[in-house]
């Protein structure tokens, strides 16, 4: 059971980028996955998490309107696609899948999601 967590970069304020969290071993639309950051010398924070129903929930007010997760069940991926991107965004991006499998649930707590993926680094910087 593995998730892959890419499409990190180097993005100037006001640009964009798509991040993708790809799983293997294991099908991701049975799951509430979340998109969690950690920034230089802080903690953790949640992003946006979106329920294996599809209910989509955004976990830090500074985000909202511009950032948007969704899932491509296909593709077996969750995306999240970032627009008019801020310095502060600047952080290392982690994708996260709860395995217990409650029906349409939204999971916020990051102690509640038990798969993990390494990270991928988002810069923000002119």
């Known amino acids: 059971v593995q998730l892959q967590a890419s499409g990190g970069g180097l993005v100037q304020p006001g640009g964009s980028l798509r991040l993708s969290c790809t799983a293997s071993?294991?099908?991701?639309?049975?799951?509430?996955i979340g998109w969690f950051r950690q920034a230089p010398g802080k903690e953790r924070e949640g992003v946006s998490c979106i329920t294996n129903g599809d209910t989509t929930y955004t976990m830090v007010d500074s985000v909202k309107g511009r950032f948007t997760i969704s899932r491509d069940n296909a593709k077996n991926t969750v995306y999240l696609q970032m627009n008019n991107e801020k310095p502060e965004d600047t952080a290392v991006y982690y994708c996260a899948a709860d395995p217990t499998l409650r029906h349409d649930t939204v999971v916020v707590n990051a102690s509640e999601y038990d798969y993990w993926g390494q990270g991928t680094l988002v810069t923000v910087s002119s």
């Open positions: 071993g294991f099908t991701l639309d049975y799951y509430a």
